[in-house]
């Protein structure tokens, strides 16, 4: 790490100055690295994050080193000892560990030599948690590590069902072994199935057979591991389960999901289901795409059904189209 990180007081702010005396004794590599910082973002999402500076190009990028992908906003300054030579603000951008934040400086006056701190202020209500995580690296692939290892555990109790204490009864009569405590800590809804005077907690059964096996079994595998083993096939359908169970985490995998695969042809279909089944992510990302390709849509031929079921959605849709 090269030089100080230090949060402002209302922790709204970070400053990264530089430790020039390590370049002059030992010339800086290509690119130089803060500490790592973490931040809670206005989703309450937590990030371990490192501000970084490229030599060639003149370019400072703002990282996320963490699991949890987190989305910002604010300004970042870049400053030599008496000019700024970068100001630049941002609106609520997502940052994964796959996808930093980057700023080119467009000029040959400046070089990673010349640069006394960077300056980094979050909108609210986005703030610093707290500074220097040396091993966040580490860290990070540790942590990766057990919970894959816990994945790994969990789900083969569910596969293997031992100690089980509950069973449910899927729509061609098969039965899968499930365990009372994992079911209730991750669905208030199974949570209050199994807790009060259901016949479920008498009957030690639980019946979905409104849904198909195979994908009773995905949700168990979210349930029990975090992940559905098949969201390319089920997305649709367990995006309606997590809302049935009152899992937001679920609803949030199969929304982003859905998204990557939002197209002309679907996404009247998927803004239906965002809107449907709350999943606020998917059908904001499919009114943008409405109101961006408006002319193609109109003419599908789904377009007047949609508009004869869906009203208030279309006066979303003309009213986004009307602010474009």
Known sequence: MYG???????????????????????????????????????????????????????????????NADITLGGEIKLCSEHPTVLRSKFESKAISNINPLKWTINTTRYDLSMIYYVKLNLESPCYFIGKDFPNAAETKDTAGKETSDLSTDLDKLLTEGKYSDVEIICSDGETLKCHKNILSARSPVLEAMLSNDFKEVSSGQIKLDYFDTEVVKDLLSYIYTGMPKHLEDNAEILLQAGEQFQMEALKEICGKHLIKKLTKDNVL??????????????????LEMVVKNAKDIKE?????????????????????LAFK
């Open 4 to 66: 100080d990180l230090t949060v402002g007081e209302n922790k709204s702010s970070i400053t990264w100055t530089i430790d020039r005396d390590n370049y002059y004794r030992n010339q800086l590599p290509d690119t130089v690295s803060s500490n790592t910082f973490s931040v809670c973002d206005r989703d309450n999402n937590h990030g371990i994050c490192r501000l970084g500076i490229t030599r060639s190009p003149l370019k400072i990028i703002l990282e996320n080193v963490g």
């Open 300 to 320: 599908d031929t789904k377009f007047t059904e949609f508009a004869i079921n869906n009203p208030e959605l279309m006066v979303e849709a003309f009213s986004a």
């Open 269 to 286: 279909e998927y803004l239906a289901l965002g809107d449907k089944y709350r999943q606020q992510d998917l059908k904001k990302a499919s």
